[in-house]
């Protein structure tokens, strides 16, 4: 796949399963943070404000979600079902999307954000 210009090209290079899946996701972003910024970052979705909230990702069998290494550490248990690394967890195309945590932990990283700033400032 060439590089998209926009989240909305990279949604349209996936097939409507995917889009699907990677529209609830972006949903939830937008729920959470109505302000967050929408760009490309290393090749896929990226939402930021007040610092990055979380990049997400279509793949084969699963959407990639990377809400950075200290919330997969805080919901290890929560995630623990699904495939994850240090700083991601992959949640299958086959199941239904756990917006729910996804929401939570774009929660965690709005109160992390915030916190970095208040902390930068005293």
Do not use: C, W
Not at 68 to 75: C, P, Q, R
Request: hydrophobic share 35%.
């Amino acid at each position: 796949m060439l590089k998209p210009k926009d989240v909305k090209d990279y949604f349209l290079s996936y097939p409507e399963a995917t889009q699907h899946a990677m529209n609830q996701v972006k949903a939830v972003i937008y729920k959470v943070v109505p302000e967050a910024e929408e760009s490309i970052s290393y090749g896929i979705p990226t939402y930021k404000y007040r610092g990055l909230l979380a990049h997400f990702g279509g793949y084969d069998k699963h959407i990639g979600f990377y809400p950075g290494a200290k919330a997969i550490e805080v919901f290890k248990d929560e995630i623990s079902g699904y495939k994850n690394a240090k700083g991601s967890v992959q949640f299958p195309l086959d199941q239904p999307m756990p917006l729910d945590l996804i929401e939570r932990m774009v929660r965690f990283r709005l109160e992390e954000n915030t916190a970095n700033i208040k902390a930068k400032k005293e």
